[in-house]
């Protein structure tokens, strides 16, 4: 008999081995897993309500209970299932998180009456797991009225604050863990050294969650499920369509086709990069489907804002759906054979998939879970696709964050303007011409616009806002410009920083740049002689004047 050799057993992939962040309500659920992908390691948001069965098929490397904003004692709070304290995966609670385990576990929680909130002083053991290598006074940002008051059976305090004596705790032979604040928020100046403390050293995780890897492990799955079948992708011109459209290309290639609508309401330059991008550099297939006219007179006449929207993104829906059923009519007729017409370069053939930006903001918004199959949802990147397409969807990046499909964009070799983008409404500039869409107030804006961008960008200022741009309103002001008076347009300069468009500030841009925007724009687009600076928040504002 010979020797029986041990074949090699693969590494499983960062995906197969994930850390499971069960969401306990609140904000913090999602924030943790980003810190934890921060880390390199690949987190997944999972209900609270999760099995420890369900856990375990899962192969999670470990479990992260989040904070949430209930009592452990209140009436419907967030529960866990006690079995998953006993699967022997490394554990560790977060603030409502801990308290859970505390009162799983033997321990105790009480309400003592000393709440804490914002910044606290720290006193950490240096020996405990968590906090090895970090200093012994340090500052953890705390939110809690409920306080552990004692630890789980066979647990040590290894932290501890005035107000809270037992601010963390572990048990290293079960490897369960708890800490009462919050590592995730940037308050916590050592909180992402915890967590690497606990998913390096406790949990052996390693830091293996990159762009590349994330780029290699999509492309096999797009594999697997396109195998030799056709892919059509709308490309909008934004992040998201593009990073998703060029993944699907390096999986298969020119079975992938990429349909872009070029509908005349998108910035200077923008359309020619899109085609540049994907069919210069690239060499993805492209129809490039210059629809400016048809835009143009369907908003004809149309000056209410909702309106405009609706006209805009029931005619996208129209161009898409005739370029895709062109494109499948001219597999039937003539299998392989690029057509010709308003297409550059378009390779035919009837697809099966349809390619989808979702990202995983998405998936949790709409409550899914990353690994269950997708229906085509109402919210979508592009303009709006139709609802009833008999297509299957290829949704490259359910699993990210956008900074993180920024990140795969770059690793991609996306140009910079492309992968950093600000946020640019479907409608486009139509929505930033107050009343009526025409060619010539198009025009004017789009110039001011470019102006406007330019400056901004020179300034070094382009990343730091979350959107900036012109708005073109519906009046016109007297001006005297040389020795003639004029009556032309003003311009509204409008930039914001915010997080997630929910809220956002008007941004205090530098006097000296806000002067040569406005000297530009007036000596630059002849019928502009104001330019006024929008200096409301949201609320009471949105963002967009329409
Ligand atoms: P508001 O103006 O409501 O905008 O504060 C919040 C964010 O949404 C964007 N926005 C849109 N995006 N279609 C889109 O795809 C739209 O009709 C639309 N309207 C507003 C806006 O640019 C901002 O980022």
Redesign the pocket.
Known sequence: MGEVVALPVPEPGPEERPVLVLDCGGQYAQLIARRVRECRVYSELVPHSISAAEARTRNPRALVLSGGPASVYAAGAPRVDPGLFSLGVPTLGICYGMQLMAQELGGAVERTGVSEFGKTEVRAEAESELFAGLPVEQTGWMSHRDSVTAPPAGARVTAGSPAAPIAAFEDSERRLYGIQFHPEVVHTPHGQEVLKNFLYAVADAPPTWTAAAVIEEQVERIRAQVGSERVLCALSGGVDSAVAALLVHKAVGDQLVCVFVDHGLLRKDEAAQVVETFEGHFHVPLVHVEAQERFLSRLDGVADPEAK?KAVGEEFIRVFEEESQRMQAGARAKPGRPRSGAAQSAPSGAARFLVQGTLYSDVIESGGDASVAATIKSHHNVGGLPEDMEMELVEPLRLLFKDEVRRVGEELGLPERMVWRQ?????GLA?RIIGEVTRERLEILREADAILQEEIRRAGLYREL??SFAVLPAIRSVGVQGDERTYGYPIVVRAVTSDD?MT?DWARLPYDLLETISSRIVNEVPAVNRVVLDVTS?PPS???WE
């Open positions: 929207r946020p640019f409404p479907g409608p929505i979350w959107q468009a956002a949201k949105t963002i967009e």
